[in-house]
């Protein structure tokens, strides 16, 4: 791989875009630097990716097919790279893990959670009554962060007293920009975090997922290692958490910008699944995704040919808004026919919690509005800042006005 002319830019919202749409003109992949002097081919071309994506000479197992690395010696990539999950397996392995957490995610077993879904949304919207109706307040904080994270946290069963530290650690996990002290104090908490976690539901076991894998490990550690059980709740702890709030923030945004097109969906609510797709399309929640890894030489076409051993990012997000695939990509359209996006990945590594995330949109959604039907984005907000990262996308703060008509 020739030495990367252009390093990724961690500033996010816009200038995430930009480059995307650059790196796409210039070729089907093309080598990028990041930090600690990581190098990897950056593919933002949608067909491209959807290609390497199910290619038999790809994998995502970096104990196996990335030369020359050790784990941990990244400490940024630690929670992307060095864990031992479905995220990070091939083949067998990858089928063990994936099979372990997959029947908490069945059609049945996610329709479940609506009652329980729509509980907690009912809960938070009878806390914002309390708040101003007039005065700014932010919607993340108070609503789109807190849906999810209270979702998963009680999925998995998380206590109550170690929620905001497990989840303020997860939230820096995202952070590219991080010095190697920062990502080395992420990795350590991270660890630390699931094994404290671990540790009560072998003094208290519930109805949880993370007892269930408790159990798992403790009646098989071949089946489930210790290793593979941190990694296991690392993964699905923090991917149910951050996309989902990022998903919803989008919809909220681009709806609450768009007064016809919520029209035509409090009219119609059986649409706030368009807005939903709509919004992962044009606001996909990661935008980046280390990493993977060449088993073979790969000719990609147009000179570029990735080699054996090489690494590869995917740019996910970067699909949804190719001009070759959408026209007028940069806008928001309800109606827009093909409203393709990678947000939840391709082939077997798809994610899992799809279903769960396209419920949480369908409950939390058209009650926020229903509850608030004359929410306004706060004018004297500006625009919202947006997360310092290329793997996630959102922003900080969701200002809003609850009763704008007031």
Known sequence: MSSPRVTLDSSGGSRLFAQADALRAEGPAVPVGMPHDVVAWAVTRGDIAKRLLIHPDVSKDARKSWPGHTPGSIPWLYSWVDVVSMF???????????QLVGRAFAPRRIEAMRPILEAIVTDLLNGMEAQDRTAPLDLREHFSYRVPTRLICDLFGVPAAQRDEMLCVIDSVLATNASDEEAEATMRNLNAAMERLIDSKREESGE????????????DGDRLSHAELVSTLILMIGAGSETAVAMLNGAIREILAHPDQLAEVTAHPERWRDVTEEALRLHPPIMYLPLRYATADIDLGEGVVIRRGEAIIIGFGAHGRDPGVHENPEEFDIDRADKDHLVFGYGIHHCLGAALARLEAEVALPALFARFPRLALAR?????????SFIGNDISALPVVLDAAA
């Open 88 to 98: 990070t397996s091939d083949g067998d392995d990858h089928k063990r893990l994936r």
């Open 208 to 219: 949880d997922m993370t007892t269930l894998l408790l159990a798992t490990h403790e009646e």
């Open 380 to 388: 004297s907000a500006g625009e919202p800042q947006p997360q310092r």
